[in-house]
């Protein structure tokens, strides 16, 4: 069980259930983010004797926060959870504390001029459309507008839509990081483009059903509200490659929630999806 520990007074507060897939066959449960804890709730410990307490401020290096889990971390940096968990040496990579500081940020990588580093940086809670306590802006059918397309580069992907229903709701930076796609229970949800399964598992409060595949040092995509997931951790997939059926779990409807992460942070899918 990963235990989320907000220096004694978090503890009780977060036994729910964040999925470790990879850990084993079996899906494993861990606290999930508590939107109500704050940082300031607890500071009975010295953070200074925490794990990699010696590398708070560096760029390159995350501090753990209240509600966070590697999971959480590891989506808005980017990176796999595993990885983070190896880069970290942490002797028990079930076992996160609050002030504990982590690698984000592969070794050998130039991390000052990396834009994933950069430890306690704050990034704003991850809020996605499914009837949550967190989701109160209503579901509209008309995306936000285009904005200009990417600059092409080395990470370059190019993605299809993961799903063949309509458009429900559009990015939104502040309220929805993605886009919802409509359908029935069952329908196909497919890889936007070839990647390697980091994230499979019902862990991430108002995800529901998730997975989150890496395509490169750049990009991440995620695909939630699932009704059952068909691949697993560190398994690699091709573009157009089924990897989910459609589903409502943690949300108001059927639909598929989608979103395009670049170096962790979410962006308008319009932006790199083909035009229908």
Not at 24 to 47: H, K, L, Y
């Amino acid at each position: 069980m990963l235990v989320s520990r907000s220096l004694g007074a978090l503890g009780t507060a977060v036994l729910a259930g964040v999925i470790l897939a990879g850990c084993s066959t079996q899906a494993n449960r861990a606290p999930v983010e508590d939107r109500g804890q704050s940082a300031s709730s607890s500071s009975t410990v010295d953070v200074k004797s925490l794990p990699g307490a010696e590398n708070a401020g560096k760029p390159g290096y995350y501090t753990i926060k209240p509600g966070d889990t590697l999971i959480k971390v590891g989506l808005e940096h980017g990176q796999s959870w595993k990885d983070i968990a190896r880069w970290s040496n942490l002797d028990n990579p079930n076992v996160i504390e609050v002030g504990q500081v982590v690698r984000v940020v592969p070794p050998g990588r130039d991390m000052a001029s990396s834009s994933s580093g950069g430890s306690g940086r704050t990034v704003a809670p991850v809020v996605v459309g499914g009837g949550t306590a967190a989701t109160t802006a209503p579901v509209t059918s008309t995306p936000a507008a285009p904005s200009a397309p990417v600059a092409k580069g080395a990470d370059d992907v190019n993605f299809i839509w993961p799903a063949s229903g309509s458009l429900i709701a559009g990015f939104d930076e502040a309220r929805n990081k993605g886009y919802d796609i409509s359908g029935k229970a069952g329908d196909p949800v497919v890889a936007a483009a070839d990647g390697r399964v980091v994230y499979a598992g019902a862990g991430l409060r108002g995800y529901g059903n998730l997975i989150i595949l890496k395509h490169n040092n750049t990009y991440l995509t995620a695909y939630a509200h699932n009704q059952s997931l068909l691949v697993k951790e560190d398994q690699s997939v091709k573009k157009g490659q089924k990897i989910a059926e459609m589903g409502s779990t943690d949300a108001d409807r059927v639909k598929l929630h989608f979103e395009v992460r670049r170096q962790g942070k979410p962006v308008d899918p319009s932006r790199y999806l083909p035009s229908r």
